[in-house]
């Protein structure tokens, strides 16, 4: 499940959990890495950080190991362990991570999967912070096209990514091109959501 949802500008998206029965749960066992993923998302959103990265990087070791290094789910908790990292200011640190999620993500579900676009917007935000400009604007036109090909051209997912380039534009100090995209995205979130968006989606 993706789980997207907001403060300003920064879009920052993470994989969510999948419920888990009570009385499942075994030590080392796959349900026990998504008890840890469950864990590791509460903590997060409760701004404890520090804690979740360690749920997080609990639930890849188990998952690692019961459904193997190249199985998506390990993927996506790859790109949770690097979004934890972003958010506590560990840039470069997320970035290594981001890419290895986005390699697995290619090669378990195909270049063209929504989860590529995700990473690539994910990605995006970090390099900027790094100030690789470049590298940030290759990786948000990426989620742009990975997205807009996956769901349409007017859908939230696809206005987070415009909004993620606007942001790289802006850090550049290319304020025209920077208008012109936040206006886009803007017509796009009144598309999709109405005329009040914000809190679309979740900033970091």
Request: charged share 20%; aromatic share 8%.
């Amino acid at each position: 499940m993706y789980v997207v949802g907001g403060q300003q500008r920064r879009t920052s998206v993470g994989l969510g959990y999948r419920p888990i029965a009570a009385g499942t749960v075994e030590p080392g066992s796959e349900a026990q890495g998504d008890f840890h993923s469950k864990l590791a998302t509460v903590l997060q959103r409760a701004g404890r950080y520090p804690e979740a990265l360690r749920e997080h990087r609990r639930s890849l070791e188990l998952w690692t190991e019961t459904k193997g290094a190249e199985h998506f789910d390990v993927a996506g908790a790859i790109n949770n362990v690097a979004n934890v990292l972003s958010k506590i200011g560990r840039d470069a640190e997320a970035v290594e991570q981001y890419r290895l999620a986005l390699a697995s993500f290619e090669r378990s579900l195909g270049p063209g999967h929504p989860a590529v676009g995700l990473t690539c917007n994910n990605l995006a935000l970090s390099l900027e912070d790094l100030a690789r400009y470049d590298e940030a604007e290759r990786q948000a036109r990426r989620a742009i096209d990975v997205w807009t090909e996956a769901f349409g051209p007017e859908h939230p997912y696809v206005a987070t990514a415009y909004n993620t380039l606007a942001g790289v534009l802006y850090a550049q100090g290319d304020y025209v091109q920077t208008a012109k995209v936040f206006r886009h995205t803007l017509s796009l979130w009144e598309a999709t959501l109405g005329p009040e968006p914000p809190n679309t989606p979740q900033t970091r």
